[in-house]
T-cell receptor
Framework: SQQGEEDPQALSIQEGENATMNCSYK?????LQWYRQNSGRGLVHLIL?????REKHSGRLRVTLDTSKKSSSLLITASRAADTASYFC?????????FGKGTRLSVIA | GAVVSQHPSRVICKSGTSVKIECRSL??????MFWYRQFPKQSLMLMAT?????????EQGVEKDKFLINHASLTLSTLTVTSAHPEDSSFYIC????????????FGQGTRLTVV
């Protein structure tokens, strides 16, 4: 069963703006991961944040994790048209990755 | 990062035939691989967990006789869609972890299956 739930389901912004996506989950986790998927393609791993971490950065990406609220956010700064894709969070305990429904991000040039 | 190769990337088959999809970990050993199915604009739904040298573990609602999984080596898992029907048309993605449960998963490129 799916555990992660992203919101919003769809987000449209102008190039250069920041994009924020949120993810909520239900059970305890070892880590939470964010993935990107271009239309009709496989998934690309973006960033992993462990349950004992609160914030992590990677280039233009910033991820936060609040285990008390069972939520995470992904911030993409200075967005580019090439960032247009679907973004999924996935949670991992001792089980396979369970994915949310994803946020479809459209960055308009 | 590690590379997972999935083949074929796209396949069209006739109803009633079987299709095999391969998932290979190219530069690491994967004792466990996962098979997901994705419908258009939907999330990835876990179908089964493939364990090297043993039977796969299927998620509820997934027919094990319909979707045959074989994990014969530490670098190869196969998914065979048997007696395919148009409703089996979907995007299938495999995933593998190098070790443990606290590391990122690496994904294949996906296979677009169309049953006509």
């Amino acid at each position: 069963s799916q555990q992660g739930e992203e919101d919003p389901q769809a987000l449209s912004i102008q190039e250069g703006e920041n994009a924020t996506m949120n993810c909520s989950y239900k059970t305890s986790i070892n880590n939470l991961q964010w993935y990107r998927q271009n239309s009709g393609r496989g998934l690309v791993h973006l960033i992993l944040i462990r349950s004992n971490e609160r914030e992590k950065h990677s280039g233009r990406l910033r991820v936060t994790l609040d285990t008390s609220k069972k939520s995470s956010s992904l911030l993409i700064t200075a967005s580019r048209a090439a960032d247009t894709a679907s973004y999924f969070c996935a949670t991992s305990g001792n089980t396979p990755l369970v994915f949310g429904k994803g946020t479809r991000l459209s960055v308009i040039a | 990062g590690a590379v997972v190769s999935q083949h074929p990337s796209r396949v069209i088959c006739k109803s009633g035939t079987s299709v095999k999809i391969e998932c290979r970990s190219l530069d690491f050993q994967a004792t466990t691989m996962f098979w997901y199915r994705q419908f258009p604009k939907q999330s990835l739904m876990l179908m089964a967990t493939s364990n090297e040298g043993s039977k796969a573990t299927y998620e509820q609602g997934v027919e094990k006789d319909k979707f045959l999984i074989n994990h014969a080596s530490l670098t190869l898992s196969t998914l065979t869609v048997t007696s395919a029907h148009p409703e089996d048309s979907s995007f299938y993605i495999c995933s593998a972890r190098e070790w443990g449960g606290n590391t990122e998963a690496f994904f294949g490129q996906g296979t677009r299956l169309t049953v006509v």
